[in-house]
């Protein structure tokens, strides 16, 4: 699900990106909770052993890490995350 206007491109380099591929407790719904935090600008639901792909951009290091660590990893229904950071 694209949460942004598909018509708006980043250049890359301007922002920090990473990808974070979320496996939920069985049966759980995490759509509202990733809709609501800033830095998730689209995720799929996805089949196979992770259940969701998540794209984050911020602004600096430390925010995409804060977003990660502290809001996507603490939502109630998430059991494990992988994430990949994007390399210049």
């Given at each position: 699900?694209?949460?942004?206007?598909s018509?708006?491109?980043?250049?890359?380099?301007?922002?920090?990106?990473?990808?974070?591929?979320i496996?939920?407790?069985m049966?759980?719904?995490?759509?509202?909770d990733l809709?609501?935090?800033?830095?998730?600008?689209?995720f799929y639901?996805?089949?196979?052993?992770?259940?969701?792909?998540?794209r984050l951009?911020?602004e600096?290091?430390e925010?995409?890490?804060?977003?990660?660590?502290?809001?996507i990893?603490?939502?109630?229904?998430v059991?494990?995350t992988?994430?990949?950071?994007?390399?210049?």
């Amino acid at each position: 699900m694209l949460k942004e206007d598909s018509n708006t491109l980043n250049v890359v380099g301007t922002m920090n990106v990473a990808f974070v591929l979320i496996n939920a407790e069985m049966g759980s719904d995490l759509t509202k909770d990733l809709k609501e935090i800033q830095e998730v600008k689209e995720f799929y639901g996805v089949y196979g052993v992770y259940d969701y792909v998540v794209r984050l951009e911020a602004e600096n290091m430390e925010k995409l890490k804060d977003a990660i660590t502290n809001k996507i990893r603490r939502l109630k229904n998430v059991r494990s995350t992988l994430t990949m950071m994007v390399i210049d």
